[in-house]
């Protein structure tokens, strides 16, 4: 199985060739996504060729294949994990009972649901990043944002083999809606409320891929737990694809912070105004634009106190990220404290499974900043970046709209009110930022806010010509 068809028009290891209906279904979405790709996609680039890697096989380790490749030639296409022999439900109300292979009709709204969901974020972050390539710091950095763009592409293509294979006419309806809703857009925006903010600049394109794509890592993970064997399989493979976001936004994060240090050398100061007009990015700045996005992201777990989160996991849809690591797969029997505005409650685990989600979540967002404080603290500053308190700037859960700190510490609204500029960028910050971003495309070369990374793509040197314009 876990060879792909490249043969057919949409490559894929499923054996979708034996199943007319069906991929007739899907040859008739894929000219809508290639239309949806020339509109809503990178914005220009489209002809040029691209060093992007395609998935040849699903295997774990050497898996894909690299490349120059035009980006509409790239080949999208539908690949699952292997399947796990024996597999069983590792969790909830019928854990150790045999995974499904069919959708359960009690569960059929809810699983579309929750697809539906992940699936929009997808094309949602293309959208968000169309404009990003005409002020790329380097090619190689203008590599990494296509690669992921792509990438992104095929996690809808994941997400919409599913509807199509297994929730019928609704499943294909929902489809054709995961390309008719757009970031930003009034009418019809995207479901979540982040995959609705502007990326205009790659500080916030390393924070994003840094924490939103982190967020797709965690539920890619508790998906891949699920009782649902097509969408674990599915979300087990998107992970491998997953781990490159991020890995573009940590060294992305590094390399700002490497240049930072170097500019302070220089000048031999670490005032905010003398390392902006060195044009490079203040720590003070960076650490407005790590509290902004990593607010944002923590939205995206749900709510403190959630029944559905609690349904989900009893009734085997969603588990917990590497559910195996817990001993108890049941929690029926278990508790958690949680700090709500109104005083310390104790909630049935099962309805807190989104707070254990997303403090499992700021671990791991914590490693890349302990990497950051190090190379910090070597170069002799006082300064450390810091993750905002997950009660700072929440518009979702018990914590919404109160007047909470970074810190996580509850002020008048007053005070909160006047000093959110301080603690999330100002018009002002963004403004400098945008005037840093200026289009470096010769082959090895960085632009000045940011050091060039360690190694380049594959084995392939820095210098090389990752994105050929001409
Ligand atoms: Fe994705
Ligand atoms: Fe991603």
């Not at 109300?93 to 649901?113: F, I, N």
């Not at 929750?114 to 929009?120: A, C, F, K, N, S």
């Not at 019809?188 to 502007?198: A, D, G, Y």
Request: charged fraction near 25%; hydrophobic fraction near 35%; charge should be negative.
């Amino acid at each position: 199985m876990s060879s792909i068809n490249y043969g057919e028009k949409i490559p894929n290891n499923v054996d979708l060739a034996t199943d007319r209906t069906l991929q007739r279904a899907l040859e008739h979405w894929q000219p809508q996504f290639l239309q949806w790709w020339g509109e809503m996609g990178p914005s220009d680039f489209q002809q040029n060729d691209v060093y992007l890697r395609t998935a040849v096989s699903v295997d774990a380790d050497g898996w894909a294949q690299y490349g120059a490749v035009k980006m509409p030639d790239y080949r999208w296409g539908i690949f699952l994990a292997d399947a796990a022999a024996n597999r069983s439900i590792g969790f909830g109300d019928a854990m150790g009972q045999p995974v499904w292979q069919q959708v359960p009709g009690e569960y059929r709204s809810t699983l579309r649901r929750l697809i539906v969901t992940q699936g929009d974020t997808e094309p949602a972050s293309v959208e968000q990043q169309r404009l990003l390539g005409h002020s790329c710091p380097s090619l190689y950095d203008l590599r990494n944002l296509f690669q992921i763009n792509v990438e992104e592409g095929r996690h809808l293509w994941a997400m919409v083999y599913l509807l199509h294979a297994y929730f019928g006419r609704d499943g294909r309806e929902e489809a054709e809606e995961l390309l008719a809703r757009h970031s930003g857009d009034t009418d019809k925006p995207r479901i979540l409320t982040t995959f609705n903010e502007p990326i205009s600049d790659w500080l916030s394109l390393f924070c994003f891929t840094y924490f939103t794509d982190r967020d797709g890592k965690y539920q890619l993970k508790s998906f891949a737990e699920s009782a649902f064997d097509p969408l674990s399989r599915t979300c087990r493979f998107m992970l491998t694809e997953e781990a490159h976001h991020m890995f573009v936004g940590e060294t992305g994060l590094s390399r700002v912070v490497k240049r930072t240090l170097e500019v302070m050398k220089e000048l031999g100061s670490d005032d905010s105004s003398k390392v902006r007009a060195h044009g490079a990015v203040d720590l003070p700045l960076l650490q407005k634009y790590l509290n902004f996005w990593c607010s944002s992201s923590l939205d995206l777990f749900g709510s403190e106190i959630s029944s559905n989160s609690a349904a989900n996991f009893a009734s085997g849809l969603k588990g917990r990220p590497d559910e195996s690591q817990y001993e108890d797969h049941v929690l029926r029997e278990k508790n958690l404290k949680l700090t709500t505005p109104e005083g310390e409650q104790d909630v049935p685990m099962l309805n807190a499974l989104n707070e254990v989600m997303r403090e499992s979540y700021l671990k791991d967002c914590e490693i890349g900043l302990k990497r950051w404080n190090r190379s910090i603290e070597r170069a002799g500053h006082a300064f450390r970046l810091a993750l905002p308190s997950s009660r700072f700037r929440r518009s979702i859960g018990a914590w919404a709209n109160q007047p909470v700190t970074p810190e996580g510490g509850m002020i008048s609204r007053e005070e909160y009110d006047r000093s959110l500029a301080q603690w999330i960028p100002s018009d002002a910050d963004r403004a400098f930022v945008h005037s840093l971003m200026q289009r470096v495309v010769e082959p090895g070369k960085m632009a000045g806010w940011i050091a060039p990374p360690e190694r380049g793509i594959n084995n392939l040197p820095v210098e090389y010509e990752y994105v050929k314009l001409h």
